[in-house]
């Protein structure tokens, strides 16, 4: 099974450990950042949603215009545009990186930050509204012939559209969540499940429900699993839980100051949240290097499980994930320049080389179990 690695496409420099050294949007920072995960062995870069950020598709454009192998995970918000102008974006977009897109469709998990761009919907109606709003998305990328639509959140008559994707028959499409409602929705239609890193026991758990809701929409083709952390990594293990002791610090201190923050951090609705504050409730370490403070210090942000340890400790860990059946391992350090060229260069060839080995040997084993019957 091929293994493909997701980073970050920031718009400046800050993160939780370091503060913002210029504008929100950085333009020579972004396309710094892209090129060095280009450069080292990444495969995609995710455009990340936020309700005050720099728009995600415009800056994806930027960069899909500056590099030429790195592919594009787009976040977007059903709440911001109606789906067919979305359509035409997308596919716009995917004509200009040349077939490099992906779209990562958020149904939102706090209702204050989605009411923030005057979406009043309660949860559910969230993932209804997302359901249909792909649905949608997915006709007008693949229908040559006008189209109607009435559902439950959009109507419309006789839709057609002129731009398609380079990538046939279309795009991928990615969804994440925790709940039943995500599973449900995201088992339906997406083609990459997101899932934020917890521990191996319930991330096969987590695996085993996305198959489920896929396998009850009908689908004989369950999505391909994603997890994110925040690998720490240095030369030896002691240096690294060093560094990660620092930085759980530095969090700490910069939200008590109040220079970092975000909405819901102390009480968060989405479920993903939740579970990741659980579990750092129930322990601090989980099998070979699964950190969860980073998690406890950020009030559950997500993707903020950390991995800790040397390359190698980290690559195995990332293996063991691999071997859940997890096709996309997405990493994101706090120095988020340094981090994303240290972990191209000394973590992601370990765990390609892990997963070619885990490849031949299933081949050998194929090929001996048919010599057997013969």
Do not use: C
Not at 230 to 241: D, G, M, V, Y
């Amino acid at each position: 099974m091929p293994v493909e690695f997701l980073g970050i496409a920031a718009t400046n420099d800050g993160s939780e450990t370091n503060p913002r050294r210029g504008a929100s949007f950085d333009k020579e920072y972004t396309l710094r950042l892209a090129r060095a995960h280009e450069d080292h062995g990444w495969d995609r870069v995710l455009f990340a949603y936020g309700s005050g950020s720099p728009e995600p598709g415009i800056a994806a454009a930027y960069i899909a215009a500056n590099t030429d192998r790195l592919q594009i995970l787009l976040a977007h918000r059903p709440n911001v545009s109606y789906p067919t102008f979305a359509a035409k974006e997308f596919a716009t977009l995917d004509r200009i990186s040349d077939g490099r897109l992906t779209v990562h469709f958020i149904t939102g998990g706090n209702d204050h930050e989605q009411q923030r761009e005057g979406d009043f919907l309660t949860k559910d109606q969230r993932y209804a509204r997302t359901r249909e709003y792909i649905e949608i998305v997915k006709r007008a990328w693949t229908e040559h012939q006008p189209f109607d639509h009435e559902g439950e959140y959009y109507r419309f008559n006789d839709f057609a559209s002129d731009v398609f994707p380079v990538r046939q028959p279309r795009p991928d499409v990615s969804f994440g969540g925790s709940s039943p409602a995500a599973y449900a929705a995201g088992g339906a239609v997406a083609d990459i499940y997101a899932l934020w890193g917890e521990p191996l026991a319930e991330t096969a758990k987590q695996i085993e429900a996305v198959k489920a809701a896929a396998e009850a929409a009908g689908r004989t083709d369950p999505p391909r699993i994603q997890v994110a952390f925040r690998p720490i990594i240095a030369p030896t293990e002691e240096l690294a839980w060093e560094k990660a002791h620092r930085t759980v610090a530095t969090i700490k201190a910069r939200r008590e100051a109040g220079a970092w923050s975000r909405p819901g951090a102390d009480a968060p609705q989405n479920t993903g949240s939740q579970r990741l504050i659980a579990i750092a409730e129930q322990g601090e370490r989980y099998d070979r290097a699964l950190w969860t403070p980073t998690a406890a210090a950020t009030g559950g942000a997500g993707n903020s499980n950390a991995l800790v340890g040397t390359p190698e400790t980290v690559a195995e860990a990332l293996l063991d994930y691999y071997d859940l059946g997890v096709g996309i391992l997405s990493a994101r350090g706090y120095d988020l320049l340094g981090d994303a060229i240290d972990f191209g260069r000394h973590v992601i060839p370990l765990v390609r080389e892990g997963v070619a080995a885990r490849d031949a040997e299933r081949a050998r084993t194929a090929v001996a179990a048919e010599g057997a019957l013969r």
